[in-house]
């Protein structure tokens, strides 16, 4: 019985591949917003009724692909801040930067995926938001990292408003360390920003406008570094 039972879960997890494959082609020709398991079970020359065995509805295979990018896309950043695990602080936070904006040139459907448009009628689950948060963490640890070297400074910057300090306070603990405010509000700047510097490249918006894309995203990032107080 167990050898049964281990060939129908290696069968399983073969279609279950087959499907978000074909599911990401038909995001690559179509975008999410088309995205129907009528249309993948087709092509794969399944009945719908089957694959409605492996993913109940629409949503439940867009968020099994959503978390499956952020989960490739964390697994990238977060081999960039190890392999960087010897160099200076700046450098560290620019690997990780790096290792974003390589991921979304290489995936720029799963990039839209997860940054572009919303899909229409859908809403993502609970179950996103920690695959979500894996390369704020990973810049959250050379920020921290930082601080236990002496390479983390205080931001050179206005005090902060009053409510912007409370979100900075309950982010520190959300994360589990004593950054200070300054420094917490400026690396969740830097976080948005740096999916708003990859977006503009990935969607085309630095055409006839930005040549020096390596250099210019350099560039960027250590001024990010800077807000953060690297």
């Known amino acids: 019985m ?3 039972k281990g060939a129908r879960e290696r069968a399983r997890v073969e279609v279950t591949a087959a499907i978000k494959e074909e599911a990401r082609r038909q995001l690559a020709a ?4 088309r995205l129907s398991l009528r249309a993948v079970a ?9 694959l409605y065995r492996y993913f109940p509805s629409r949503d439940d295979l867009l968020t099994a692909l959503i978390i499956d990018a952020y989960d490739s896309l964390g697994e990238a950043a977060e ?5 960087s695990a010897n160099a200076s602080a700046a450098e560290r936070w620019t690997a990780v930067c790096r290792a974003v904006r390589k991921w979304a040139l290489a995936h720029p459907h799963e990039y839209t995926l997860l940054y572009g448009s919303p899909v229409p009628g859908y809403r993502a689950p609970q179950d996103t938001v920690a695959p979500a948060a894996r390369v704020g963490l990973a810049l959250a640890a050379v920020a921290r990292d930082a601080q236990a070297t002496g390479e983390l400074r205080s931001p050179a910057a206005k005090a902060l408003p009053e409510r912007v300090r409370t979100d900075a306070e309950r982010i520190a ?4 360390s004593d950054l200070p405010e300054p420094a917490v509000a400026g690396l969740t700047a830097a976080w948005s920003q740096l999916f708003g510097l990859v977006g503009f490249e990935v969607f085309g918006h630095f055409h006839n406008v930005v040549e020096a894309r390596d250099e210019f995203f350099d560039h960027s990032c250590a001024a ?7």
């Open 2 to 4: 167990s050898v049964i």
């Open 30 to 33: 179509e975008g999410a917003a």
């Open 42 to 50: 087709r092509e794969l020359g399944m009945a719908s009724s089957a």
């Open 79 to 83: 081999a960039a801040l190890a392999e």
């Open 173 to 176: 603990a959300d994360l589990g």
């Open 224 to 230: 990010l570094a800077h807000q953060v107080g690297l």
